[in-house]
C-alpha cells in the first residue's frame, strides 16, 4: 500500500523568506502523479502544483517549486518570497497510475 | 460557474441519527469522492465512485453509505454505526484519468 508522510507538523517563515516542506512517500508503482495542496482557514482544498513521475525536471508555478527526488522517494516543496497569503496547511498527496485513488499526508502548518 | 457544492456548510445531529450530506457538481464530472478529515490525520477517503450507478469503498467506508444514481451528486449517509462521527468532510471530483480533483468547500458535522 502507498503512504505519504509529512514529518514537519508546523512550520514558520517570515515574510519574504523561502521555506520548503518535506515529504516522502512509499510505493513499488513507477507511474504515479504527486501534489501539493494549500488548504487556507477557509478550509477551501486548492492545488499548489503537482508533478508527474515520468518527467525529471522539476515542476514549477510562479513562486512555487518542487524538489521530486524520485529515487529517494522525496517530494518537498519550496516557497520562495513568501506572502502572507501562504498562511495554509499545506498537504502532500500521492496517485498511481493504476487507481483513482488520492492519497493524502497528515499536512504541514505554515505561518508566515 | 462551475463547480462543487457542498451542503449545509454546518450539520448537528444527535446521536444514533443517520445523517445525509450532499454534493452537487456541474463539471460534468465523472469521478466523485468522499473525504473525512480530521486534526493531525489529514484526508482519508471514504468512498469514491468512477461513474453512474457504481462506487468503491475507501479506506474508512466503514458506517457510511453513498448511492450515485446520477452524474451530478454523489450524496454520503453517515450511519449510525459510525463511531466518531464528528469530522469536516469534503467532496471531490474529477474527469477521470485526468489526475487533478476539484473539491467543494466541505460540510462540518458534529454529532452530540
Known amino acids: 500500500a502507498q503512504t505519504v508522510t509529512q514529518s514537519q507538523p508546523e512550520m514558520s517563515v517570515q515574510e519574504a523568506e523561502t521555506v520548503t516542506l518535506s515529504c516522502t512517500y512509499d510505493t513499488s508503482e513507477n507511474n504515479y502523479y504527486l501534489f501539493w495542496y494549500k488548504q487556507p482557514p477557509s478550509r477551501q482544498m486548492i492545488l499548489v502544483i503537482r508533478?508527474?513521475?515520468?518527467?525529471?525536471q522539476n515542476a514549477t508555478e510562479n513562486r512555487f517549486s518542487v524538489n521530486f527526488q524520485k529515487a529517494a522517494k522525496s517530494f518537498s516543496l519550496k516557497i520562495s518570497d513568501s506572502q502572507l497569503g501562504d498562511t495554509a496547511m499545506y498537504f502532500c498527496?500521492?496517485?498511481?497510475?493504476?487507481?483513482?485513488?488520492?492519497?493524502f499526508g497528515t499536512g504541514t502548518r505554515l505561518q508566515v | 460557474d462551475g463547480g462543487i457544492t457542498q451542503s449545509p456548510k454546518y450539520l448537528f445531529r444527535k446521536e444514533g441519527q443517520n445523517v445525509t450530506l450532499s454534493c452537487e457538481q456541474n463539471?460534468?464530472?465523472?469521478?466523485m469522492y468522499w473525504y473525512r478529515q480530521d486534526p493531525g490525520q489529514g484526508l482519508r477517503l471514504i468512498y469514491y465512485s468512477q461513474i453512474v450507478n457504481d462506487f468503491q469503498k475507501g479506506d474508512i467506508a466503514e458506517g457510511y453509505s453513498v448511492s450515485r444514481e446520477k452524474k451530478e451528486s454523489f450524496p454520503l449517509t453517515v450511519t449510525s454505526a459510525q463511531k466518531n462521527p464528528t469530522a469536516f468532510y469534503l467532496c471531490?471530483?474529477?474527469?477521470?484519468?485526468?489526475?487533478?480533483?476539484?473539491f467543494g468547500n466541505g460540510t462540518r458535522l458534529t454529532v452530540t
Open positions: 498527496a500521492f496517485l498511481s497510475d493504476n487507481t483513482d485513488k488520492l492519497i
Open positions: 471531490a471530483s474529477s474527469i477521470r484519468q485526468s489526475f487533478l480533483l476539484h
Open positions: 508533478q508527474e513521475a515520468y518527467k525529471q
Open positions: 463539471l460534468n464530472h465523472d469521478a
